[in-house]
């Protein structure tokens, strides 16, 4: 019988680019962000990458992220990633670009990680809209 342990989800982020280095293996998160600022609604985020990551698990499993806009309704779901962990010290990098995504609301989006189809966490992915630049006449500190 083969052991299995469910893995821990280390951390989900959202970024804005992925990369390895060829020498070391070292993984590389460009633009980590939560919130999108834009002009007007209706808009969509043009590109960005979702990365979870597993250790300290047995065993075979799938991965999948949905993305839930504030009236609930699920936007975005990937399709499962199956991956394998063969040592409790090894961990599993699960990454999917997203291109287009529609943004129809202001408000928080939630960003959703599933481990075989078991809900396992959520980051926020909030969506404001850009403030009017200040009329000449008015004082503004930030």
Known sequence: ???????????????????????????????????????????????????SRFTDGLGD???????????GEIIFQSDPVAFSLKAKEASYNVNG???????EHIGTYWVETYLNDEYLSKIPLIVTKKMDAPAPEETTYH
């Not at 083969?2 to 390895?20: G, H, M, R, Y």
């Not at 799938?62 to 993305?67: G, L």
């Open 97 to 103: 670009q997203i291109f287009g995504l529609p943004l």
């Open 61 to 71: 499993y799938t991965c999948q992220t949905k993305i839930v806009n504030p009236t």
């Open 1 to 51: 019988m083969t052991e299995s342990k469910k893995p821990t989800l280390q951390f989900s982020v959202i970024c804005d680019d992925i990369a390895n280095f060829h020498d070391s293996g070292k993984l590389i998160i460009v633009g980590l962000f939560e919130q999108i600022i834009v002009d007007e609604v209706p808009a969509s985020h043009q590109k960005m990458w979702v990365l």
